[in-house]
């Protein structure tokens, strides 16, 4: 759901017209209208209003993992936010260019778990195993990655999770 939809959700639930929220929150209706039409570019202090209307909080946070995505380059996760059974998805076809993309794309959430974590281990081993084994590809995360490998290895070193991701990427990538 985007925010224009939650935008005209919170005003519904709160049992507001479009005029009410318009008078509530200091705007012109017209420019209601055209936020919940999707046609309007508000300035963020029109949001704000909007928001402390519908007793509202705009908050920022980091996406979730792509947990099925992960696995389809093969990241060890299994049984993690799926009910699927195996630790990994069969990727028709890997390549360094997908397996960069995928990485790249959830590298904020893996840059921030937390050591003790069963994601934080399986990440550790596939990025560890692509350090060694790939660095070329390595080299394209950026430096992000390279501290947060080293700092994990002196923590734990899951080298049987390791094993398993050389022997995926061995016959994928």
């Known amino acids: 759901m985007d925010l224009v939809e939650k935008l005209k959700l919170a005003r519904k639930t ?20 055209n936020i919940e039409a999707g046609k309007a570019n508000p300035e963020w202090s029109t949001l704000e209003r909007l928001f402390a209307a519908l007793s509202l909080e ?8 792509d947990y099925e995505r992960l696995r389809s380059i093969g990241v060890p996760l299994i049984g993690m936010e799926s009910k699927q059974q195996s630790a990994f ?29 069963r994601e934080f281990k399986a990440m550790l081993s596939y990025l560890w195993a692509i350090k060694d084994h790939y660095p070329k ?19 734990t070193q899951p080298i ?14």
């Open 14 to 33: 709160a049992g507001l017209t479009q005029f009410q929220l318009a008078g509530a929150a200091g705007i012109s209706m017209a420019t209601l209208q």
């Open 58 to 65: 705009f908050t920022l946070k980091p996406k979730d993992l």
């Open 89 to 117: 998805i069969k990727a028709p076809k890997l390549s360094s260019s997908i397996v960069i993309d995928t990485l790249k794309a959830n590298m904020a959430q893996i840059l921030n778990l937390s050591e003790s974590s």
């Open 137 to 155: 590809v390595f080299l394209q995360l950026g430096t992000g990655p390279k501290s947060w490998v080293e700092r994990g290895l002196e923590s």
């Open 160 to 173: 049987a999770l390791r094993r398993i991701v050389l022997s995926y990427l061995g016959e994928h990538l």
